[in-house]
């Protein structure tokens, strides 16, 4: 940016002509300046930020979208960098681009006050280094409900920083959501941390989004028994959390509307006032504050540096009661409790270690919040669902959890997935919300499904269903999976591994579907660069699109109708 240059004090016996074109040449040099400024800011991309795309939420990066094919380091593994430095190669190795570690309040503050940002630096180093994007894991007041990361001047001065309590009166390690020293020494490191990353990062933009604390939830009881906690749920109903109640009333969580609806959808009253004496009740109290709670460190840190931030869930079990599942985490259940408790929170993550992949994804996905996978499991299956999250649900990410374990990168099934995504991320960020791209997830007990796109109908199956295998015939079929993205009027590209598609058409005088082109290929810097024209057995003579077992490919597809 250009320097204004000093300029000499006209001579008092020539004052008025030269002060005419002293201020002339003034004036002349703050407008270059002021406009290289502009120029400069408006060249310049914003910060990381979300943007709606049709009925699609983006992750923007450097003023571009971005899709986040990511993984979860483990919990210690950032605690010492030494531990991580032969270990980012198996990233680069299976086709990431997004690492997920953990920030520990412990390490960043072990003094009050006194704040240690080496491993900061050298996690946002080593990640550039690597050519990664980093989301921050602020393991804060709670990580997996536990305050096991509080610093020892937190854990040590429980008259200062109260423990929550069973309802025998019990303290337990968890730091307890109505305490305002816990949250005042939370919102001081946490904005601490996001100035530093400011101050770090701004330019560079490797810290992409935030996630505040680590699956909240209270064990072993459904709520806190503590005394503050005891007084405030005698206390009314938040107005805030009533107004929520009224204006969504006809699309709240089942669960939330159920209990507020037998108790007369009552308006004003304390919290067994409005729904009842029952676990439910008390998770919906333990919900709201952890919310406010989680709303006011994010916040905070907004305030300092507004990245994006989001909390995660550990999911419940079928038939298991609030308490013995992380009671008023952002579930499914509760998820209006978050809404209207944490508004700064911009969306809700579930963590997945349960098979019921469709099942919580359908939940986690509506209008409000976008769909973002920031744990899963590790394993081979990963490879089949990540195709389905992106192309179903048009998901942000996905991020399998302790990613640097892995022994053979190069093998993993989860790797080669990536790789196929690295090379469609263009196509499949141009054309999200646009209601032209769907996915489909497959095992034995789930071996077809049906997608409408684009005036055609797509007969999805596993590819073990043609029977060509031997190993159709074992009692279980590994996960497959695969999306569909229309690019034009008769025009599809299709991925993925073990699918097999058939195709007619949805119009009654052209009633069927032939395959014009089918070729194989992929992109390299962006453009298509086709392979083998599989008109032949490859396409069964016409019949079929197919992806085997065990291979993963793209493949693009044009079709006709007669």
């Not at 270059?32 to 120029?39: R, V």
């Not at 280094?129 to 305050?147: E, I």
């Not at 709520?223 to 405030?232: F, I, Q, V, W």
């Amino acid at each position: 940016m250009p320097k204004l240059a000093r300029l000499p004090l006209p001579n008092p016996s020539t004052m008025n002509k030269q002060l005419v074109l002293w201020l002339l040449q003034a004036c002349f040099q703050a407008t270059i300046l002021l406009s290289a400024h502009i120029i400069s800011a408006q060249s310049r991309p914003g910060i990381p930020h979300l943007r709606k795309q049709g009925t699609a939420t983006q992750l923007i990066v450097e003023g571009k979208p971005f899709l986040m094919l990511g993984g979860e380091l483990g919990n210690s593994s950032t605690s010492s960098m030494a531990y991580m430095k032969p270990r980012w190669s198996k990233l680069q190795q299976m086709h990431l681009n997004t690492v997920l570690a953990p920030i520990y309040w412990e390490l960043l503050e072990p003094q009050e006050g006194k704040f240690d940002f080496t491993l900061v630096d050298e996690l946002i180093k080593d990640t550039r280094l690597h050519q990664q994007k980093l989301v921050v894991l602020w393991f804060g007041t709670w990580k997996n409900s536990m305050s096991c990361y509080a610093p020892a001047w937190v854990k040590t001065d429980t008259k200062r920083f109260p423990r929550i309590r069973d309802s025998k009166g019990r303290a337990h390690e968890i730091l307890t959501p109505f305490d305002k020293n816990s949250l005042d020494a939370d919102v001081k490191a946490f904005t601490a941390l996001m100035r530093h990353i400011r101050e770090l990062d701004q330019r560079q933009q490797t810290v992409v989004m935030i996630q505040v604390e680590n699956e909240i939830g209270m064990l072993p009881e459904a709520r806190d028994h503590s005394p503050m906690a005891n007084a405030a749920f005698e206390q009314p109903v938040p107005e805030a959390l009533i107004r929520y109640l009224q204006s969504h009333k006809e699309s709240l969580a089942p669960a939330v509307r159920t209990v507020w609806q037998n108790n007369g959808f009552k308006t004003s009253g304390n919290w067994e006032t409005l729904f009842g004496k029952s676990l439910a009740t008390d998770e919906l109290f333990i919900a709201w504050h952890f919310a406010q709670f989680a709303n006011r460190v994010t916040e905070a840190g907004k305030a300092v540096y507004p990245l994006p931030m989001f909390v995660n869930a550990a999911l419940n079990r079928p038939n298991v009661k609030p308490g013995d599942y992380p009671s008023g985490g952002p579930l499914p259940h509760v998820i209006d409790i978050w809404k209207a408790g944490a508004p700064a929170v911009d969306f809700l993550s579930p963590d997945f270690y349960n098979p019921d992949f469709k099942y919580w994804n359908d939940l986690y996905t509506r209008s409000d919040n976008p769909l973002f996978i920031p744990e899963i499991k590790f394993e081979p299956f990963d490879a089949a669902k990540v195709f389905y999250a992106i192309g179903h649900y048009e998901a942000m990410g996905f991020s399998p959890f302790s990613i640097e374990s892995t022994d053979k990168p190069t093998e993993e099934p989860l790797g080669k997935s990536y790789s196929v995504l690295r090379q469609l991320k263009p196509l499949l960020l141009d054309n999200q919300g646009k209601g032209v791209t769907n996915g489909m997830l497959f095992d034995k007990k789930t071996a077809s499904d049906t997608i409408h796109l684009g005036g055609y109908i797509f007969i999805c199956k596993h590819d073990y269903t043609l029977g060509w295998s031997p190993k159709a015939k074992d009692d279980e079929w590994p996960m497959t999976g695969g999306l569909i993205v229309q690019t034009g009027t008769n025009d599809f590209t299709i991925a993925g591994t073990g699918i097999v598609i058939t195709c007619t058409s949805d119009q009654p005088q052209s009633p069927n579907a032939g395959i014009l082109q089918l070729d194989e290929g992929q992109y390299i810097d962006g453009k298509w660069k086709p392979g083998r024209r599989l008109n032949g057995d490859q396409d069964h003579q016409g019949r079929h699109i197919r992806i085997p077992v065990g291979e993963y490919g793209i493949q693009k597809l044009t079709l006709y109708r007669y």
